[in-house]
């Protein structure tokens, strides 16, 4: 039994398609991000889901049960947002015990709760204080308490992370994944922060103007991108156009490659991480390798980075500095594709089958 099924929702704001035929199945205990850049619709996704916005299309079924038309606060899920929305009035227990209050439950069972959150988000002994006297990180785990204080089936947040401060927000972002495990509850989260997925998904869902292009683990949307905007969006790659010649055979600028995987004809596009492709001195010849020159080359401590000009297209390399070969700025230098370093994409602006 799955949890969640998103069966093409869609809404329209007039002639704005924000979210278009999303489809998706989460199951129980999944931690799942909505990762895309600004406006690719993942606000009004995580609304719909919430109840807060009626689909213009779709379905959203819960437990094999039809939930499209349940109003919000008939769903069960908790739901914390950027504002995080707190009573600035009321003291942090006050806030946690609110959704109790509203569902009658006496003031003893509201404090019990508030003080059993506070404790599960690591926060105990501040029930009496006011909000308004809390910092940034300690008002976003009473956020965090009050929406789990009523249990609930689902947990959503958005963007719950960004008003905090780098350090703070790293910190908070292992702290929500860590809660998560422990309370086995399924949560989405939006963000547009890719480290930020990474580091909490089991499921990272890829957006980008309104359509989902990817959902996957982490390590798969890295390392298998569905197509060229995810390649590119998550992480850093080298997006190599190329044409297929002869069976297994790719033209790219600079020279020719052979890579399992070809279409029989036709353009693809090659996307290949900077950390695996390998650098060689010049002149050392090899299967997959094209000659260039580095244009520029930087230091990073734990790693060299490399920019070279291969057929007047810039490849992004990284090594560990014990592999730099010797050459400076301006130097020839070999450049290798390991076949199982090149993902084979559709043609940039064409859509994976
Ligand atoms: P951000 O990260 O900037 O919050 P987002 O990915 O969450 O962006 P949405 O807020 O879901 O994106 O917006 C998706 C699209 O729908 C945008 O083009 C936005 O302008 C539009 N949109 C969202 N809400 C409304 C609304 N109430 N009326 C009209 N258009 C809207």
Known sequence: MSALVLDGLTKRYGSVVA???????????????????????????????????????????????????????????????????????????????????????????????????????????????????????????????????????????????????????????????????????????????????MTMADLVVVMSQGRIHQAAPPMEVYRQPADAFVADFIGLTNLLDGEVTAPGAVAVPGGQLHLPNLPPSGRVLLSVRPEEVIVHPAGNDGPNRLTGRLSFMRDLGASVEFRIDVAGREIVAVSRPQDRPPVEPGGPLSVEFPPAACVVLPPMGERPQ
């Open 19 to 197: 979210v278009h035929g999303a489809s998706l199945r989460i199951p129980h205990g999944q931690f799942v991000c909505l990762l895309g850049p600004s406006g690719c619709g993942k606000t009004t996704l995580l609304r719909m889901i919430a109840g807060l916005e009626d689909p213009s299309g779709g379905r959203l079924v819960i437990d094999d049960k039809d939930i499209t038309e349940a109003p919000a606060h008939l769903r069960e899920f908790g739901m914390v947002f950027q504002s995080l929305a707190l009573f600035p009035h009321l003291t942090a227990g006050e806030n946690i015990a609110y959704p109790l209050r509203i569902r009658g439950a006496n003031k003893a069972e509201q404090r019990k709760r508030a003080e059993e959150l506070l404790e599960l988000v690591r926060l105990p002994g501040v029930a009496d204080r006011p909000v308004s006297k809390l910092s940034g990180g300690q008002r976003q785990r009473v956020a965090i308490a009050r929406a789990l204080a009523l249990k609930p089936k689902l947990f959503l947040l958005d963007e719950p992370l960004s008003a905090l401060d780098a350090k703070l927000r790293e910190a908070m972002q292992i702290e929500l994944k860590q809660l998560q495990q422990r309370l086995g509850i399924t949560t989405i989260v939006v963000t547009h922060d890719q480290r930020e997925a």
